[in-house]
């Protein structure tokens, strides 16, 4: 064989191997496209530092053939302690719905992620070195999973309303929930209302209960599912992000313009901000 074939030999081989790569990738690219359609849930999230120096507002999303998950955790603490504590609680979340058995048991898996998150920031940081509060959901099979701990809030928007399904763990609810349950006077709880101090969070040895659903609410599709840190509902006008969640565009774009009611706020000290968008199909 001459030196002239083998080079065309060579070329023809390479040319069929590119071509058998470009068809494995586009079958995946397929493959993926078929999967989110499966899924039926399209995710946007979006954050800003705001007036801090540091931003202390992460997120996660993860999605699996079982359902997806998405996470949203607001840092508390010294230097860089609240964007660590962050963090290491949205990674813990992470690896633990990597796993498709995560979502056979939702209650349990939210327990065991928040537990593991605590422990997990007390191994890095010393006691009031670093905290979070933390939101999690879980939608499978049209259903809608959420527990919560600190005041990151979790909301469904339908019907035009958006509505939070979560109440949080401030001293303010706390009194709310005491009167009802006789252990306050209404004297006594009402003084209390404008207190919207944590007392339970991730991150401290004395770190308490979980709030979770009660029973999984049902989604028809169509219905938005947000996690909202305090430094976004605390700032926007709850009606702005409705008329945001009201507007054509993608997740993804929703979740830009809901970030930029913060961003144009005139008020002072803004804090981080940081939504996650689930829209159901």
Not at 110 to 133: D, P, T, V, W
Not at 181 to 193: D, F, H, I, N, Y
Not at 200 to 207: A, E, L, P, R
Not at 218 to 238: H, I, N, P
Request: hydrophobic share 40%; net charge negative; proline share 1%.
């Amino acid at each position: 064989m001459t030196i002239p074939e083998i080079i065309l030999l060579l070329l023809g081989s390479a040319g069929a191997i590119l071509l058998i790569l470009r068809i494995k990738i586009g079958i995946n690219n397929v493959w993926r496209m078929s999967k989110r359609k499966r899924l039926g849930c399209e995710i946007g999230a979006s954050r800003t530092i705001s007036d801090r120096e540091v931003q202390e507002d992460e997120y996660g999303i993860t999605e699996t053939e079982e359902g997806s998950m998405a996470v949203l955790a607001d840092g508390m603490g010294k230097h860089f302690g609240g964007k660590i504590a962050a963090r290491t609680a949205v990674q813990v979340f992470l690896d633990m719905f990597e796993d498709r058995n995560a979502f056979y048991n939702p209650q349990y898996s939210f327990r065991k992620a928040f537990q593991g998150a605590n422990r997990e920031i007390l191994n890095q940081l010393e006691e009031n070195q670093g905290s979070a509060s933390v939101a999690a959901v879980m939608i499978k099979e049209r259903k809608l999973y959420y527990a919560t701990v600190g005041n990151v809030k979790a909301a469904v928007y339908r019907n035009r309303e958006l509505v939070p399904v979560t109440s949080g763990h401030t001293i303010n609810v706390l009194a709310k929930q005491k009167y009802k349950e006789g252990k306050l006077t209404r004297q006594e709880a009402v003084s209390l209302l404008d207190h919207h101090r944590l007392y339970n969070y991730v991150g401290q040895d004395g770190f308490r209960d979980v709030e979770f659903f009660d029973t999984p609410i049902t989604l028809y599709g169509g219905e938005y599912v947000l996690l909202m840190t305090d430094g976004l509902y605390e700032t926007a006008r709850w009606k702005d992000i409705e008329d945001c969640l009201e507007e054509e565009g993608s997740c993804q774009e929703k979740a830009f313009k809901i970030i930029e009611l913060v961003n144009k706020s005139q008020e002072e000290e803004k804090d981080n901000a940081a939504v996650v968008v689930l829209q159901i199909r």
